[in-house]
């Protein structure tokens, strides 16, 4: 029986603080994807991995993500010494899912300073 790729290919990203459900894609970043469905996240850098502002909180699916690179790496351990990795934090613009994944933004635009 042909299974339907529409069905198939699509992942879902939820995000936990309002229980909002998204498609994703494996080659669209977490960071792309809220922002083309109207989510508020910031994003100061635009997605080059240096301004670490857009950061979310993995609440499941992490074994879906895309493994931490070496940019997303040095921006994440910035500042926390011999701390390591924030565990369960990624940088929406360095992160692709290729299943199923809940997170919460911990960055919002309009909630930072001016
Ligand atoms: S947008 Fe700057 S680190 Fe992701």
Redesign the pocket.
């Known amino acids: 029986m042909a299974r339907d790729k529409r069905v198939t290919n699509t992942n879902c990203l939820t995000t936990v603080q309002d229980g909002r459900v998204y498609s994703v894609s494996p080659a669209i970043s977490i960071?792309n994807t809220l922002l083309r469905n109207g989510v508020a996240i910031?994003?100061?850098?635009?997605?080059?991995?240096?301004?670490?502002?857009?950061?979310v909180k993995i609440f499941g699916g992490a074994e879906n993500l895309s493994p931490i690179g070496e940019a997303?790496r040095v921006?994440l351990m910035s500042g926390r010494g011999d701390k390591g990795l924030p565990e369960g934090v990624r940088?929406?613009?360095?992160t692709y899912a290729r299943g199923d994944v809940k997170i919460k933004v911990l960055s919002n635009p309009q909630k930072r300073k001016k």
């Open positions: 960071l910031s994003h100061v850098c635009g997605g080059k991995a240096v301004c670490g502002t857009c950061r997303e921006r940088l929406a613009c360095q």
